[in-house]
């Protein structure tokens, strides 16, 4: 009897020590992460650089000029602490290709079909400036998440694209996409075309 309370009582002993060993060297690979981010709020200032149309801007963005010609403006909304840019264009609404625009428009956005998990079309009106337009946001990791374009449908008609010069990882750039998407409302909200 002595003897088999004595090996019970290692069997017991032996199997507790086990357990321990076992849940202190388990090993579970931790998920990859990435820097937290604190991005303060921005300040906006309204660019009065242009003839047709005015906006306010981010004081973390610059703006970059192109070429202009008889076709319209170009230029780009840069973010130099992002890597990121808006593309932006402006042209003049003609007699026939009002039709020919948006459609080129909606194409660029459904490029981006191939990788996006989700489209999102959004429409903006502004009647009191006579500003109408759409917002896609484009959910995955694709070269441009969020695009818009405004028009008056009458004469003028203005796209934008945000583009990040980086390969795309929506969750790494989640936090300043989220606040470029904040500047993106604020300039499609006092978006005012010049008489």
Not at 17 to 40: E, V
Not at 126 to 144: C, R, T
Not at 147 to 167: C, E, I, K, M, P
Request: charge should be negative; aromatic fraction near 16%; include cysteine.
């Amino acid at each position: 009897m002595g003897q088999r309370l004595t090996t019970a009582i290692y069997c017991s002993w032996f199997m507790v020590y086990g357990l321990w060993f076992a849940a202190c060297t388990d090993y579970s690979p931790k998920p990859s992460g990435y820097f937290r981010m604190d991005i303060p709020a921005p300040d906006y200032r309204l660019t009065d650089d242009f003839k047709r149309f005015a906006f306010e801007v981010s004081d973390r963005a610059f703006l970059t000029e192109m070429p202009q010609n008889e076709d319209g403006v170009f230029f780009n909304i840069t973010y130099p602490d992002w890597d990121a840019e808006i593309y932006c264009s402006f042209i003049p609404i003609k007699k026939d290709n009002f039709a020919q625009l948006s459609e080129e428009s909606r194409k660029f956005v459904y490029l981006h079909a191939i990788k996006a998990d989700v489209i999102r079309e959004r429409a903006f009106k502004n009647q009191g400036q006579n500003v109408y337009g759409l917002v896609y946001e484009i959910e995955g990791n694709v070269a441009s998440p969020v695009q818009f374009v405004l028009t008056d449908s009458v004469s003028s008609f203005f796209r934008g694209a945000l583009y990040f010069n980086h390969t795309p990882n929506r969750d790494s750039i989640a936090p300043v996409l989220e606040s470029i998407n904040n500047d993106i409302q604020v300039l499609i909200e006092s978006f005012q075309w010049k008489k």
